[in-house]
């Protein structure tokens, strides 16, 4: 009797921290749509299915676009005003923040537009007055104890709630778009906590961004509103496309970039990335952004708190300090690798590890009670690149903007080069220390049990380094217009320099030395400051930061993360030179026991049973008989399990000496012996096989491209051994004189 003419609930299904085979996903995918496209002809209900079917990928876009874009409004929102609490509350509405609060008061004065009556800090409502040395230390208290119980809310939260809620979620989620399985990584549970604990975090003071967290917030609505839909809930290659746009839609609200969005899932994050992905992807993002758009966290009609426009144009000569800051960003890049790496795995090895909570809490008073003093730390990190990025105007009051007019007219709405005032030599010297600030403490930050992004901080400290090095040339080409680099294009009076264009250039440099990212980095810049005049400095620098990055070190920060986790994630950008064999490193090796395999017609459901619990192997091949060796299929350990305990309960007679048939059709049965149980429908009739004779470099390729789990190895038909993705991972590892083990997941 074959019981499995209905199929059972459970079977080609994955456990936990395995990975899928994408080939047998595609192939069911394709078997699922021709299944109703033949239907779609029989009765007008099966057409209309069939057209719902195919739409049904478009609506998941669109619902995943509106959920994400309103979640990412929520939480500017919410973060936007948690950080001004730590300075003060509106006694006009304590849920407005400080700039909304002072809009609509009557006695603001431009010069001192953020003062208002409506605003009280933590010093005027305890001690009534905000003059003194007293009203200082109230202030700066009450500033340290918001950011502690921020930080601690959001551990505590994270720890007890969703573990999986910390970090930045990217490079977990390029694993699991490589068919890697993390259940609960991309769960409910796991995105209300980060939602709220994002919130928290970035309110804290701590030097992190959301934009990171964000794809994963995405990512998480993705894989939630698949299961409305049985085509992706039941297929895990297909939910995959979905992720892929949900990181786009992700990137897309993060900086209000959904072009950027789009390339940042294909360049960083994706491993399998069809044409109609592409699209989707498209739309998805085109959603979140009009959604976040319609939201305005900001209320200044832009997606992104540091939106800028310049109008200036560049001139060739300044493509030399471009590059340099191309440099800067790939040193600090591949510097800052290294150092946050080596931190994570101090922190994974030793005691430092089992006190998440308190590790959390000392970097966050530190933080906090080195950023009070300085004003350029004690803003959200999203405030100072707008001002880093800010070209300066006749009305701006910012110590930035502080220069000397000596001047009669200059063509409207354009100024002239100007002499720095005191102010901007003040901000010169804060800025310096608050880089130097940034560049130490984002080190021990990322990699915490918290919601961390990594993008804010990187654009910060290159936008820092640019701001200093734009002021420094805008003073040089004021002082020394006779130098000859200076005399053929910059005359008196005229804007030659602008040092807003230097911080952004320095912003895209340093993202670029960390994360590797070009194309989408470049993109991503130009939509968030409206400027296609400035691509070519942006190229230069996000090519010259990858290239003295790579010149250190050939991973960004999500690969380095991706090994030091442990993660079977098999890089597609790399190359495999070495010239072994698949008989160097398929199981079992010469001196090893033999292969454990099942024969398709002589094995007891005893025997089978005996097997599975003496090994851990995820799958067994199945041949013709022990002697001849001859292949017949591969089944699934899982399937195994499942499809012999659901004969137990439900046919009848299946007993330990019933014998397992795989083959089509089972031989008459003397009388008075147990029923057989046909297991053909679990086989894998065509797993992939290689000869032990082929090269390395073409199993690793193969591995690559078709997603596999394993690949079975034969010489002369005879079946020899077995190589898996994490064998492959391991011989690389190995290869490159690494330790092998370190790439299993623990």
């Known amino acids: 009797m074959d019981f499995l003419e209905e199929p059972i609930p459970g079977v080609g299904t994955y456990d936990d921290f395995n990975t899928i085979d994408w080939v047998r996903e595609k192939s069911r995918d394709r078997d699922r749509h021709r299944e109703i496209t033949n239907k779609s002809k029989e009765s007008t209900w099966a057409l209309i299915h069939s057209v719902s079917d195919a739409f049904s990928g478009w609506l998941l876009m669109l619902l995943i676009g509106l959920l994400s874009g309103s979640l990412a409004g929520l939480i500017d929102i919410s973060a936007h005003w948690m950080t001004d609490l730590k300075e003060g509350i509106c006694t006009g509405g304590f849920w407005f923040n400080h700039e909304h609060c002072c809009w609509n008061s009557d006695h603001v004065t431009f010069e001192e537009r953020d003062k208002c009556p409506e605003w009280?800090?933590?010093?005027?409502?305890?001690?009534?007055?905000?003059e003194g040395a007293f009203a200082y230390i109230v202030n700066y208290f009450m500033y340290v104890l918001w950011a502690l119980?921020?930080?601690?809310?959001?551990?505590?939260?994270?720890?007890?709630?969703?573990?999986?809620?910390?970090?930045?979620?990217?490079?977990?989620?390029?694993?699991?778009?490589?068919?890697?399985?993390?259940?609960?990584?991309?769960?409910?549970?796991?995105?209300?906590?980060?939602?709220?604990?994002?919130?928290?975090?970035?309110?804290?003071?701590?030097?992190?961004?959301?934009?990171?967290?964000?794809?994963?917030?995405?990512?998480?609505?993705?894989?939630?509103?698949?299961?409305?839909?049985?085509?992706?809930?039941?297929?895990?290659?297909?939910?995959?496309?979905?992720?892929?746009?949900?990181?786009?839609?992700?990137?897309?609200?993060?900086?209000?970039?959904?072009?950027?969005?789009?390339?940042?899932?294909?360049?960083?994050?994706s491993y399998y990335f069809p044409l109609k992905t592409l699209w989707r992807s498209f739309f998805a993002a085109l959603v979140a952004a009009f959604t976040l758009r319609s939201i305005n966290p900001f209320g200044n009609s832009r997606l992104v708190l540091f939106y800028v426009e310049f109008h200036t144009p560049w001139h060739l000569f300044e493509l030399v300090p471009f590059i340099l800051l191309g440099i800067f960003g790939g040193l600090w890049g591949a510097l800052f690798i290294r150092t946050n790496i080596a931190w994570c795995r101090k922190r994974k090895t030793t005691q430092l590890g089992k006190y998440p909570v308190i590790e959390v809490l000392v970097v966050t008073a530190i933080t906090a009670i080195l950023a009070f003093p300085n004003e350029y730390t004690r803003m959200s990190t999203s405030e100072l690149i707008s001002e880093l990025f800010n070209d300066c105007g006749l009305l701006d009051s910012s110590k930035l903007c502080d220069y000397e007019n000596r001047f009669n007219t200059s063509k409207a709405g354009e100024l002239p080069d100007r002499p720095a005032g005191v102010g901007v030599y003040s901000a010169m010297w804060q800025l310096a220390l608050t880089l130097i600030l940034k560049i130490v403490i984002t080190i021990f930050t990322f990699g915490m049990k918290i919601p961390s992004g990594l993008f804010i901080p990187s654009m910060a400290v290159g936008a820092i380094a640019g701001r200093l090095l734009g002021v420094g040339m805008e003073q040089l080409a004021y002082y020394h217009q006779e130098w000859t680099i200076f005399n053929s294009w910059c005359s008196q009076g005229a804007d030659c320099i602008t040092p807003g264009l230097y911080a952004m250039v320095g912003a895209a440099a340093c993202l670029g030395g960390v994360t590797r990212m070009t194309v989408s980095l470049v993109v991503i810049m130009f939509e968030l400051t409206g400027g296609l005049e400035y691509i070519v400095p942006l190229m230069a620098a996000a090519m010259t930061s990858k290239w003295v990055a790579d010149a250190l070190g050939r991973e960004g920060i999500y690969d380095a993360h991706i090994r030091l986790n442990g993660y079977p994630f098999l890089e597609a950008k790399e190359e495999f030179a070495h010239k072994t064999l698949a008989m160097d490193v398929m199981k079992p090796r010469r001196n090893d026991p033999l292969l454990t395999v099942l024969t398709q017609d002589s094995m007891t459901v005893e025997d089978v049973e005996t097997i599975i619990s003496e090994t851990t192997y995820s799958g067994f091949p199945v041949v013709v008989s022990r002697e001849s060796q001859r292949l017949v299929g591969f089944v699934l350990r899982r399937d195994l399990i499942i499809s012999i305990e659901n004969a137990r309960k439900k046919q009848d007679g299946v007993v330990s000496t019933s014998i397992i048939y795989f083959t089509e059709h089972s031989p008459p049965l003397p009388p008075y012996t147990p029923p057989t149980l046909k297991l053909r429908n679990i086989l894998d009739l065509s797993p992939f096989t290689v000869t032990d004779l082929t090269p390395m470099e073409i199993v690793?390729?193969?591995?690559?491209?078709?997603?596999?789990?394993?690949?079975?190895?034969?010489?002369?038909?005879?079946?020899?051994?077995?190589?898996?993705?994490?064998?492959?991972?391991?011989?690389?590892?190995?290869?490159?004189?690494?330790?092998?083990?370190?790439?299993?997941?623990?």
């Open 700 to 746: 690793v390729d193969i591995f690559r491209k078709l997603g596999l789990r394993q690949c079975l190895v034969t010489h002369n038909g005879r079946l020899l051994g077995i190589i898996t993705k994490k064998d492959v991972l391991k011989h690389i590892a190995q290869m490159a004189n690494q330790d092998p083990d370190s790439i299993l997941f623990n």
């Open 149 to 269: 119980l921020f930080a601690f809310l959001a551990v505590s939260l994270v720890k007890v709630f969703a573990p999986y809620a910390c970090g930045s979620g990217i490079p977990e989620i390029k694993t699991i778009l490589s068919g890697f399985i993390i259940r609960g990584y991309l769960g409910k549970w796991t995105l209300v906590i980060k939602t709220i604990t994002l919130v928290l975090a970035v309110s804290s003071g701590l030097s992190l961004g959301k934009e990171g967290p964000l794809v994963h917030v995405a990512c998480c609505c993705g894989n939630i509103l698949c299961h409305c839909f049985n085509k992706y809930r039941k297929n895990e290659a297909k939910r995959r496309e979905v992720l892929s746009a949900a990181a786009a839609a992700g990137v897309s609200v993060a900086f209000g970039a959904p072009i950027g969005g789009v390339l940042f899932s294909l360049e960083e994050v």
């Open 120 to 130: 009280n800090s933590w010093s005027q409502l305890i001690i009534s007055t905000d």
